[in-house]
């Protein structure tokens, strides 16, 4: 494969250099900065003649505007393979650009990356492989024509101690078929074409937990949550104990510390006084659950085995 260098310089030269020229142009570049495309010059005293690659003509220039000194390196540099300055920047900016690209979506698994758009991501492992699902907002009616906006209905801690949630359904949508899914959760960029709504406050980057949901007359219920005045979950409730961490792009990673049990779950998002939103982001854990659809899978490259060495003849 050749360089990306080479390439690059490749596609200039061709932009720059009209197909009927005879002899691969050089440069002469001048003190401001700038160059003629030219596939041979003359001195002549005070002025340089040179024959125009782009317009197949002879013109001239003072001999006091050509940098003489830069002339000959960049055509030095050019017989020894050196790649051009164009070739160079804009292997730079490509190379800003897919780094600004990563920071947006991280790398969860060989191959697999989150979605620039945000979301709620479960990294799930179905026969082997890794594999991205989007959970969705279950409880309460969702417009589905703003994705990704969050719904928040939230239990008043004040007025009523215990409330419970429940939804529809002995089973979620999604199953994980591991025991330990990572959830990554990005819902604070706002998505293109969304409705404007008014400036909320800053909600803390790790207000969001998963909870075991109870089985209860082919529903499934999110518990009896108790909540103190300032937001906090008591530890008699069924939260899970997780681990978040901030990554870049505005994501952040919701880890069980112990693999869960097949059942229920869902994440959930405490808003502080506030108490709990009432919608929530519900899945399941059951190896034997069949795949689940619309799956982000890693980049066929990312997962291609090695090719083999070639065959050498016997002589």
Same mark, same amino acid.
């Given at each position: 494969m050749q360089p990306f260098w080479l390439s690059a310089f490749l596609v200039l030269s061709l932009c720059l250099v009209?197909?009927?020229?005879?002899?691969?142009?050089? *440069?002469?570049?001048?003190?401001?900065? !700038?160059? &003629?495309? $030219?596939?041979?010059?003359?001195?002549?005293? #005070?002025?340089?003649?040179?024959?125009?690659?782009?317009?197949?003509?002879?013109?001239?220039?003072?001999?006091?505007?050509?940098?003489?000194?830069?002339?000959?390196k960049f055509e030095k540099d050019r017989e020894a393979g050196v790649p051009p300055p164009e070739a160079v920047e804009l292997e730079k900016q490509l190379e800003?650009? *897919?780094?600004?690209?990563?920071?947006? !979506?991280? &790398?969860? $698994?060989?191959?697999?990356?989150?979605?620039? #758009?945000?979301?709620?991501?479960?990294?799930?492992?179905?026969?082997?492989?890794?594999?991205?699902?989007?959970?969705?907002?279950?409880?309460?009616?969702?417009?589905?024509?703003?994705?990704?906006?969050?719904?928040?209905?939230?239990?008043?801690?004040v007025a009523s101690a215990r409330q419970s949630i429940e939804l529809p359904g002995p089973h979620a949508a999604i199953q994980a078929h591991t025991g330990l899914p990572s959830v990554y959760v990005n819902v604070n960029e706002p998505t293109e074409g969304a409705i404007a709504v008014p400036q909320q406050p800053e909600e803390p980057w790790d207000r969001f937990r998963i909870v075991q949901l109870q089985a209860k007359e082919g529903k499934r219920i999110v518990g009896d949550i108790k909540i103190n005045p300032l937001g906090k979950a008591s530890q008699q409730q069924k939260l899970v104990l997780t681990t978040a961490e901030q990554l870049t792009g505005g994501w952040v990673k919701v880890t069980p510390?112990?693999?869960?049990?097949?059942?229920?779950?869902?994440?959930?998002?405490?808003?502080?006084?506030?108490?709990?939103?009432?919608?929530?982001?519900?899945?399941?854990?059951?190896?034997?659950?069949?795949g689940n659809a619309l799956v982000i899978k890693p980049e066929a490259s990312a997962t291609a085995p090695p090719a083999p060495p070639p065959k050498l003849d016997k002589r």
């Open positions: 009209p197909g009927n020229a005879q002899q691969l142009s050089k *440069r002469l570049i001048l003190k401001d900065g !700038s160059y &003629q495309l $030219a596939t041979q010059w003359e001195v002549h005293g #005070d002025r340089v003649r040179y024959y125009s690659a782009e317009r197949d003509e002879w013109e001239e220039v003072p001999n006091s505007m050509v940098d003489w000194p830069a002339t000959d800003a650009d *897919r780094k600004a690209e990563e920071a947006r !979506s991280p &790398q969860v $698994a060989p191959g697999l990356r989150l979605p620039q #758009d945000g979301g709620i991501m479960l990294l799930d492992t179905f026969q082997g492989q890794p594999q991205l699902v989007e959970l969705q907002q279950s409880g309460g009616e969702i417009n589905r024509n703003i994705k990704h906006n969050i719904l928040r209905a939230a239990i008043n801690p510390q112990q693999p869960l049990a097949p059942g229920e779950y869902a994440v959930v998002e405490m808003l502080g006084k506030d108490g709990m939103n009432l919608y929530v982001w519900d899945f399941g854990v059951n190896s034997a659950a069949p």
